[in-house]
């Protein structure tokens, strides 16, 4: 069975800047996920009756939208990772050690919790 390639990050040009590269395909779902994330649709650059500016007015608030939109999703994913495995550590001695991979561990955590 082959394994996926995995989403890496190095640190930016600038301070503070976190680069993010996914594997070939993922821009596609990522794009995906977003526009069901966003609450309402980006503006459409290809509407008829724009003159060239408007159309690149359009064009980069759709990009700075796409853009927010992914940092905020990819913190997230961040986020659920970090509490996740807080929630793991901080539980292994009620919970003994570890047996499975920590997303396992965390599901059967929350499990319990949820079934008292």
């Not at 003159?51 to 608030?61: D, K």
Request: proline share 8%; glycine share 6%; charged share 30%.
């Amino acid at each position: 069975m082959s394994r996926s390639q995995p989403i890496e990050t190095r640190p930016g040009s600038r301070a503070g800047e976190l680069v993010v590269t996914v594997p070939p395909g993922w821009d596609l779902r990522l794009r995906r996920v977003l526009r069901e994330l966003m609450p309402d649709p980006p503006p459409d650059p290809r509407a008829k009756g724009l003159s060239e500016a408007q159309r690149q007015r359009r064009l980069e608030q759709r990009q700075e939208r796409m853009r927010k939109a992914l940092c905020q999703y990819v913190s997230d994913l961040i986020a659920a990772d970090v509490v996740g495995k807080e929630v793991a550590l901080s539980t292994r001695n009620r919970y003994g050690r570890r047996t499975g991979s920590l997303r396992e561990h965390v599901a059967a955590i929350l499990r319990d919790a949820a079934g008292s």
